[in-house]
């Protein structure tokens, strides 16, 4: 059985992930608008990903008899100043969701929770990649900068984004 204080914190953990997934479903939206199909087609992913990250959580809370209690997902933002700004922003939530995950480990282990340490692992792992992701197309964005043949180049390189394999990043 989980304790009270983790299972807050995984219920808490599962709107943040949903949060995640809502953000980059509107980074699509935006980019779709900006005719850059390649970058929302990155998001449709990573906007998937996540979803997955929130389902993950819901059913090991499941797993141990705990009760999934939904709450309000925040509403994101609608506009970013530029395809630069929109990963930038996704790199920033990325590195809170680390700090989130991280909190997560730290008090699955105070309290000795051997699983839920396990599962919290995974995202740890998950989290270095998503990261290192993000950052690498924020750093090709910065050097493209306001250059439109390099965004579109930039564009058709991230349409080329597969499916990752279950349980596994992108
Ligand atoms: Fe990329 O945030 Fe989920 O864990």
């Known amino acids: 059985m989980l304790k009270p204080n983790l299972l807050a914190a995984l219920n808490q953990q599962i709107n943040e992930e949903y949060y995640s997934s809502y953000i980059y479903q509107a980074m699509v939206a935006y980019f779709e608008d900006n005719h850059l199909d390649g970058c929302a ?16 959580i819901f059913d090991y809370v499941i797993s141990r008899g705990g009760r ?7 509403a994101p ?10 990963f930038e922003a996704a790199l920033a939530h990325e590195k809170l969701m ?13 309290e000795k929770d051997h699983a839920t340490n396990n599962l919290m692992q995974w995202y740890v792992t998950e ?3 998503e990261e290192a992701n993000v950052d690498d197309i924020v750093n090709k964005l910065k050097m493209v900068g306001g250059d439109g043949a390099g965004l579109f180049l930039m564009d058709r390189e991230l349409k080329s984004r597969t499916v990752a394999a279950p349980g596994g990043a992108a």
Do not use: F, G, Y
């Not at 087609?41 to 993950?56: F, I, T």
């Not at 999934?68 to 925040?74: E, G, I, R, T």
């Not at 933002?77 to 929109?86: G, I, L, R, Y």
């Not at 680390?98 to 105070?110: G, P, R, V």
């Open 77 to 86: 933002p609608k506009d970013w100043p530029s395809p630069q700004a929109a």
């Open 127 to 129: 989290q270095v990649e």
């Open 41 to 56: 087609h990155w998001m449709r992913l990573q906007a998937a990903e996540e979803h997955e990250h929130a389902l993950k």
């Open 98 to 110: 680390t700090a989130n995950i991280t909190k997560l480990a730290d008090l699955a282990q105070s």
């Open 68 to 74: 999934v209690v939904l709450a309000a997902v925040q």
